[in-house]
């Protein structure tokens, strides 16, 4: 952690307050350098008051996403959030991220863009990222997969998002296979995961979050609103996107882990319990076919069972599944 | 195709020789211009004879690569060869084309080295890559194929190799899944099929492929040389790298326009015919796991299946499989 990191730490952990003095000696720099320190947070947006009894008291932070009190909030973590870096604004978080993992960067370093120019959804298509209305960024991963095992990572995403937003708003998102989270049957998360492999072995794979978090109705262009909604629009208030952040990041470690010790059907299990797409009519357009069925449960790898009109059952990775009335 | 290709296209087809007025006419240039570029393809190393009763006459090519000379002895193709790069040297070929796939390139571009500083080979094996001893070169393609369906394009690879060699060389190649081919059981060929992917569609395809062709017994590492040959070692004489680069995209071209059109179980047949593994014993290493089994064929995606000591039938898309005597 940087020094930065640790005194944010230090506030949050203190909500009373902490003296000068302690500061310096946690952080073993001079008092000088802490008040330096605590002047330049106050510089991007960080409210700190001082005074002779309580010393430094953090009041307020600012709604701009800053990766040193990101990790800070964090703490330790196996894998996801060892390294956070915020950008102002990328072309795609994914982007960003592909270029570390050809630099050969470790996994788990996360990505976040206050806005991005060119968000990507599923199938090429275009992700809207309003500057700080949402939480839009990606996670580096080195799972020991083959390439068809990588839906487990779609899983894990909602399942971790999942938990997340519950603890953070206390609302109960449904999973809608493969990758989406909706409220109230409007989508408030959508999921990218994208490799790298060789035919037998995935080098990296990159997961894309977009998370509509402070949009206001008005915020939506017209054609979203029927469908998509965000998490101010659900509570009626706005929420804190660092808390969010942090709690989504602490909640995929937790899951990647658990793949990462042969648990997926653990995982799997969770997610089959709040996905609404399970025993629904469903609707799949995959490449150039498109077929009715039911959809009947989750394999080994992630994939969804259907069970055609014809009584076949089709095991589907990808495409489009339309949930039927 | 440029102006060096058309001339030299023109040329070949004309080994008795043709005259600067007819290259001029066919080519809508000056007969000063076709005098100029003559003379620069003479610099590169062609051995251009000129006379006042044949014209020009192509007497013998470089050794060196040369990618005019490679379209112009290629022709139309439907996909694989539309553009073609030589580089003198580059860290990897598949680099390089991964390179111009994220720029957007279209498919069909071929990339050769003369030599490689990083040749890879399959799981983060170094491949050797001596100067302008063999053919070292990656393609770019773009199938429309699910991630766990680009076992097809290392099918593909390994019966198109088979043949240009066969043509060019008149040796039979055996296959020994997944993509190495043997020249009485020493491998000649070695092929690495990387990709980038969502995890239900494949962004694009690199294929790199590396073939011995020239190397002297001297000039393989000592460890290599009783599992390693080249076709000149096979054949005793050097082969022409310009021609069997030629031959070895036209069959991949003819390969790949098979498997787009859904006739991948014809390709699978010829490689199972080919195939040295098919019901021979072996040892499969998979990520961490080994075991013992009987190779009894290919699957509909690529993969080989094996059945093991215990007479399950095991599905096996990468790792190590070696032949047991």
């Given at each position: 952690?940087?020094?930065?990191?640790?005194?944010?730490?230090?506030?949050?952990?203190?909500p009373?307050?902490?003296?000068?003095?302690?500061?310096?000696?946690?952080?073993?720099?001079?008092?000088?350098?802490?008040?330096?320190?605590?002047?330049?947070?106050?510089?991007?947006?960080?409210?700190?008051?001082?005074?002779?009894?309580?010393?430094?008291?953090?009041?307020?932070?600012?709604?701009?996403?800053?990766?040193d009190?990101?990790?800070?909030?964090?703490?330790?973590?196996?894998?996801?959030?060892?390294?956070?870096?915020?950008?102002?604004?990328?072309?795609?978080?994914?982007?960003?991220v592909?270029?570390?993992?050809?630099?050969?960067?470790?996994?788990?370093?996360?990505?976040?863009?206050?806005?991005?120019?060119?968000g990507?959804?599923?199938?090429?298509?275009?992700?809207?990222?309003?500057?700080r209305?949402?939480l839009?960024?990606?996670?580096?991963l080195?799972?020991?997969?083959?390439?068809?095992?990588?839906?487990?990572?779609?899983?894990?995403?909602?399942?971790?998002?999942?938990?997340?937003?519950?603890?953070?708003?206390?609302?109960?998102?449904?999973?809608?296979?493969?990758?989406?989270l909706?409220?109230?049957?409007?989508?408030?998360v959508?999921?990218?995961?994208?490799?790298?492999?060789?035919?037998?072995?995935?080098?990296?794979?990159?997961?894309?979050?977009?998370?509509?978090?402070?949009?206001?109705?008005?915020?939506?262009?017209?054609?979203?609103?029927?469908?998509?909604?965000?998490?101010?629009?659900?509570?009626?208030?706005?929420?804190?996107?660092?808390?969010?952040?942090?709690?989504?990041?602490?909640?995929?470690?937790?899951?990647?882990?658990?793949?990462?010790?042969?648990?997926?059907?653990?995982?799997?299990?969770?997610?089959?319990?709040?996905?609404?797409?399970?025993?629904?009519?469903?609707?799949?357009?995959?490449?150039?076919?498109?077929?009715?069925?039911?959809?009947?449960?989750?394999?080994?790898?992630?994939?969804?069972?259907?069970?055609?009109?014809?009584?076949?059952?089709?095991r589907?990775?990808?495409?489009?599944?339309?949930?039927?009335?």
């Amino acid at each position: 952690m940087t020094t930065d990191a640790k005194i944010l730490a230090a506030l949050r952990a203190n909500p009373d307050g902490v003296s000068g003095a302690q500061l310096a000696e946690q952080l073993a720099i001079s008092r000088a350098a802490v008040w330096a320190r605590i002047d330049d947070l106050r510089k991007v947006g960080y409210d700190i008051e001082a005074g002779p009894h309580f010393g430094y008291k953090l009041v307020a932070s600012p709604d701009a996403l800053h990766a040193d009190d990101l990790l800070a909030r964090l703490g330790k973590t196996k894998v996801v959030g060892r390294d956070i870096q915020v950008f102002e604004e990328t072309t795609s978080t994914n982007d960003v991220v592909e270029k570390l993992a050809r630099d050969g960067v470790k996994e788990g370093v996360v990505v976040f863009a206050e806005s991005q120019t060119k968000g990507r959804g599923r199938l090429g298509r275009v992700w809207q990222s309003p500057t700080r209305k949402g939480l839009w960024f990606s996670v580096l991963l080195r799972p020991n997969l083959r390439p068809q095992e990588t839906t487990q990572l779609t899983v894990i995403s909602a399942t971790a998002m999942r938990r997340a937003i519950k603890t953070v708003t206390g609302l109960s998102a449904d999973i809608k296979w493969p990758n989406d989270l909706l409220i109230g049957g409007k989508k408030v998360v959508g999921i990218l995961t994208e490799m790298s492999a060789e035919v037998d072995r995935v080098r990296y794979i990159i997961i894309g979050i977009g998370v509509d978090v402070n949009q206001g109705m008005a915020e939506f262009p017209e054609e979203l609103r029927r469908l998509a909604t965000s998490l101010k629009l659900e509570t009626g208030e706005e929420v804190c996107r660092g808390e969010l952040a942090t709690e989504i990041m602490r909640e995929l470690d937790r899951d990647y882990a658990r793949i990462c010790a042969g648990k997926f059907p653990e995982v799997a299990d969770e997610w089959e319990a709040a996905c609404i797409t399970m025993g629904r009519n469903v609707t799949v357009h995959t490449g150039d076919r498109k077929f009715r069925g039911r959809a009947e449960s989750l394999d080994d790898d992630g994939a969804l069972l259907v069970r055609t009109e014809h009584g076949h059952l089709e095991r589907i990775i990808g495409g489009d599944v339309t949930l039927e009335k």
